[in-house]
RNA sequence: GGUGACGUGACCGAGUGGCUAGGUAGAGGUCUGCAAAACCUCCUACGGCGGUUCGAAUCCGCCCGUCACCUCCA
């Protein structure tokens, strides 16, 4: 069955071919380093993830490319000057530069621990202003941008009438998105059209973040503008047409539709991406999840809890599994009662993955009968097959549910697992690990206290001294000893230590 | 105002013109020293009103409600 995905471009799912088989050039948005990301942020990631581990699945040569934004955007008018980095880096009284590096540190150990596989590439727009410039003169030299007092506008007017319709992504007319900005023309003097976007603003004093500008009459400095390092790295890394480009839905416009104009507008002319995906977003209490709203939850926080409203915190799997039980094109809410859910749900399918090596063992060399052989290969296969329908995770979730079921019945009835056969089981527990732990990459995260479990044993090793029972004592000590750990009893009781061998 | 999404059982959350997703919670049962796990059974819902159809929760229309984007945002 081949892959299909929801293309926002052309509004309907989509048989996924890739442009030059069997590679495959994924992008996805990445964040902004000025704060710490929030559960909103992670979702992206997530959903990216299970997709280019699909896709490798599926043996596509995967070059998947998450960005670090780390040039500050502008704050909120652009005329003040001041950007998100510099603000935060003010504010802790450190470089800028620290500030992203920072954040962006604290980024990939949050994106690690949800289990997140690192991407092949992860370029910063700060490494990235030559072809960020590179791309602003051929789009000038194209006569869609122009230059005003050393910063450089987008004319969208122009490119609308020239060439393609801006507004296609998000399905807006340039009519009404005039009607709509009408209203806050201030402070934007230096635009011909208010549509018209900065591809690279001239440096006020106080901004902090600059870099060396070739455009307007006095050499001066600039910074890009904030759509423009995506096109420009996408660009250098997956060429002038990628497979697949995403990022939340509230990316698509302005910033997906910025970057489509940006490529079209340059030498590239495409649209940057074949398929264009976008994932919905988390809210709370049916508001959206944001940084400007306030009503956040980081996931430092979520994970050790409680924080912003949940009683208690939730692991990084637990709150991955949560993800992954709805569709990426439906909203999430987060609430104590879904999350307990799904904690609940995701220990039930790691519990799962711990019987299988057990099952297939009492599988023997049962020969098996075809019938139930193919009922099980059949239940095996639908969780792919799910997710091949435009990356339906919470059908493959429960296929998943279903099968594990199957198990757990064959586990406590002989002859129906003698019925299956060795060879199906084999194949079926296989399929249920990749799915689990490849694909959809939920880990098993143990629970237990290494220490508090050795408590209990020492404890019994102190009821066998007290009861001379010397065998047990002899067996407890070998036990620990295997694990490197060495019981030392002392006059004030039974104490350990790591061996020293 | 423009654009788009959505309203499903106690909760979360899929989905399709007819064949009761799945998870969680609840009830009963099997099993069990107790318990847990597991399995079996039950709880059968699709905002409202019309229309199309042999048949709609699924298609169409209207209404009600919620949300998002149009300004930085995953």
């Not at 122009?146 to 490119?159: L, R, T």
């Not at 011909?192 to 901004?207: M, Q």
């Not at 050499?219 to 697949?244: N, Q, T």
Request: aromatic share 8%; with cysteine; hydrophobic share 40%.
């Amino acid at each position: 069955m081949p892959l299909s995905l929801y293309n926002t471009l052309t509004r309907k799912k989509e048989e996924f071919q890739p442009l030059h088989p069997p590679q495959v050039g994924v992008y996805l948005c990445g964040p902004t380093v000025y704060s710490e990301a929030h559960l909103g942020n992670a979702r992206g990631p997530v959903v990216f993830d299970v997709l280019t581990r699909y896709l490798r699945y599926r043996e596509y040569r995967v070059r998947y490319v998450r960005n670090i934004t780390d040039v500050g955007h502008l704050e909120s008018d652009a005329d003040t000057g001041e950007d998100k980095m510099a603000k935060a880096a003010r504010a802790a009284r450190v470089e800028p530069m620290q500030v992203a590096q920072d954040f962006t540190n604290r980024y990939r150990q949050h994106m690690l621990a949800l289990g997140c596989l690192p991407p092949d590439i992860e370029p910063q727009a700060s490494g990235h202003i030559i072809e960020q410039i590179q791309m602003i003169e051929e789009i000038i030299s194209n006569g869609l941008a122009y230059e005003v007092n050393g910063s450089v506008y987008f004319d969208v007017p122009h490119y609308n009438d020239e060439q393609q319709r801006y507004g296609k992504l998000s399905n807006r007319s340039i009519e009404d998105q005039l009607a709509g900005t009408r209203a806050n023309l201030e402070g934007q003097s230096e635009k011909r059209s208010p549509l018209d976007f900065a591809l690279w603003k001239k440096a006020s004093p106080e901004h902090i973040m600059r870099w060396p500008s070739p455009f307007g009459e006095a050499p001066g400095e600039g910074f890009p503008g904030w759509h423009l390092e995506c096109s420009a790295m996408s660009r250098k890394y997956l060429g002038v047409l990628s497979d697949i480009h995403g990022g939340g839905l509230d990316l698509m416009f302005p910033h997906h539709e910025c970057e489509i104009a940006q490529s079209q507008g340059s030498h590239a002319h495409t649209d940057e991406a074949r398929f264009w995906m976008h994932h919905n977003l988390i809210t709370v209490n049916g508001t959206k999840m944001s940084k400007s709203l306030g009503n956040f939850i980081l996931l430092g926080d979520l994970f050790r809890g409680p924080t912003g409203g949940l009683a208690q915190g939730y692991s990084p799997m637990v709150v991955r599994f949560f993800l992954l039980q709805a569709h990426y094109r439906s909203p999430v809410d987060v609430t104590d009662d879904a999350l307990r859910a799904a904690g609940k749900g995701y220990r039930k399918l790691m519990n799962g993955l711990r019987l299988l090596d057990k099952l297939v063992a009492s599988a023997g060399e049962a020969a098996g009968s075809p019938t139930a052989a193919d009922q099980l290969l059949a239940l095996a296969d639908k969780p792919a097959s799910f997710l091949d329908d435009d990356l339906n995770t919470p059908r493959a979730l429960a296929a998943l549910f279903d099968l594990l079921k199957r198990f757990n019945t064959l586990a406590t009835t002989p002859a129906a697992l003698a019925e299956v056969g060795a060879a199906a089981l084999t194949a079926a527990a296989a399929s249920y690990r990749t799915m689990v732990q490849d694909v959809l990459g939920l880990q098993d995260e143990p629970r237990a206290n290494a220490e508090q479990l050795l408590n209990l044993t020492l404890s019994f090793y102190s009821e066998a001294k007290a009861d001379k029972a010397y065998d047990k004592v002899d067996l407890i000590r070998a036990a620990l000893k295997d694990q490197g750990i060495v019981i030392k009893d002392t006059k004030a009781g039974v104490e350990w230590a790591y061996s020293e061998e």
